[in-house]
Structures are given as structure tokens and as C-alpha cells.
């Protein structure tokens, strides 16, 4: 977990209302990565980002988006929640693609999001 | 759907002994990545196997890689209790990660 930090590290909170999740790291990389893990799924990729104001879509995006105005911060937005993005959501960062090759990632701690 | 799956999705052994589990995937890959997860915890990078690599060693761990068959294992030798952990194999296929649903590992004293 080291460079990396999430905040919060819970939240409890009611369908409808926006959420804001940040992720922070100290370590200059290029990429960061939001995920959600669920039972039975794995991890699966919400968004990504390449660079300061440079983001893509994974294969989970609906419902969700993401904003990059720095390189150590990567931020993930719930617009409006709702139950079935209760989840644990991970960041992750990499020092990059060359060619489109993703190499090792680092995992932040994650955050426990539950929709009421 | 999963690019990798890993086999079996639970496993429970004693100290000491090896520990092999296997993951498939389904399109060709750049390489092909292990991770650990302790209960409550993030992930944790173990090893990276490129597609033209076979074999891999670290420490105790031991990666194969068999593109024609699209499959990976990862043996644990000389298991510890610490090792009980979930672990994930992940595919790049390029641009990003595809994670399988993991292998439950428990190590028993």
C-alpha cells in the first residue's frame, strides 16, 4: 500500500446522493486504475487514466466518472448511488504501457461503499 | 466476460505442503500477472510471466506459462500459514488488466 491512499476508507450512504471517492499517490506514475470488487466477479475496471486529463472507460463505467486534474490524484465519482454499486473500490497506479503493455500494479487500500 | 479463470476457486492444505493453482484465459496476451490478497486488503503484486517466457521463479513461488493452451499455474512450495490469501491471475491484453475471481488459499498449522 505504499504511495498509495484512498479516502475515505468507509462510507455509508443513501441511494441518490453523489459520492466522492479520492485516490492519492506519491509515486509519479503515470497510470491510475479504479476498480470494484464483488463476489463472485473479481475485480473488474470502472475507469482509467493515462494522464493528467486523460481518461478512459473500463468495462464497469455506467453510473460512474472520473476526473484526473493532477498526476497524484485520480478521483471517482458516483453521480447518484445506488445499491448496486455497494462494493469495495480499489485504486491502482503503474508506471505505464509502452506499446500497450500493461505492467505491475499497486493496489491502494481500498474503500468499503455501502448503499442504503 | 472473465479473460482469466482460476482453478480451483477454493483450496485448503497443511503447512509444508505445495500449493498449485491454475488459471485459463481466452485471448492472446502481452503477459500475464499474479497477485495476493489478504483478507481486508489490497492487492499485492507477485510475479509478471511475458508471453514469451515459459518459467519463472521467485522464492518460493513458480509461474508456468503455456500460451498454445492459454493457461498459467502458481505453485507455492514449502507453504506457511501466512500464505493464506486469495490469489489472482490477471491478463494484459493490452492497455489494461482483466482479473480472474481468484483462488481461496488457506494454509492450516
Known amino acids: 500500500d505504499a504511495g498509495i491512499t484512498q479516502s475515505p476508507r468507509h462510507k455509508v450512504t443513501e441511494t441518490g446522493t453523489p459520492v466522492t471517492l479520492r485516490c492519492h499517490q506519491t509515486?509519479?506514475?503515470?497510470?491510475m486504475y479504479w476498480y470494484r470488487q464483488d463476489p463472485g466477479h473479481g475485480l473488474r475496471l470502472i475507469h482509467y487514466?493515462?494522464?493528467?486529463?486523460?481518461?478512459d472507460k473500463g468495462e464497469v463505467s455506467d453510473g460512474y466518472s472520473v476526473s484526473r486534474s493532477k498526476t497524484e490524484d485520480f478521483l471517482l465519482t458516483l453521480e447518484s448511488a445506488t445499491s448496486s454499486q455497494t462494493s469495495v473500490y480499489f485504486c491502482a497506479i503503474g508506471q505505464g504501457a509502452a506499446a500497450g503493455v500493461v505492467e505491475t500494479q499497486y493496489f491502494g487500500p481500498g474503500t468499503r461503499l455501502l448503499v442504503l | 466476460s472473465q479473460q482469466g479463470e482460476e482453478d480451483p476457486q477454493a483450496l485448503s492444505i497443511q503447512e509444508g505442503e505445495n500449493a498449485t493453482m491454475n488459471c485459463s484465459y481466452k485471448?492472446?496476451?502481452?503477459?500475464l500477472q499474479w497477485y495476493r490478497q489478504n483478507s481486508g486488503r489490497g492487492l499485492v503484486h507477485l510475479i509478471l510471466?511475458?508471453?514469451?517466457?515459459r518459467e519463472k521463479h521467485s522464492g518460493r513461488l513458480r509461474v508456468t506459462l503455456d500460451t498454445s493452451k492459454k493457461s498459467s499455474s502458481l505453485l507455492i512450495t514449502a507453504s506457511r500459514a501466512a500464505d493464506t490469501a486469495s490469489y489472482f491471475c490477471?491478463?494484459?491484453?493490452?492497455?489494461?488488466?482483466?482479473f480472474g475471481e481468484g483462488t481461496q488459499l488457506t494454509v492450516n498449522p
Open positions: 485471448t492472446s496476451i502481452n503477459n
Open positions: 490477471a491478463t494484459d491484453s493490452g492497455s489494461r488488466l482483466t
Open positions: 510471466i511475458r508471453s514469451n517466457e
Open positions: 509515486e509519479n506514475h503515470r497510470y
Open positions: 487514466s493515462y494522464g493528467v486529463k486523460d481518461t
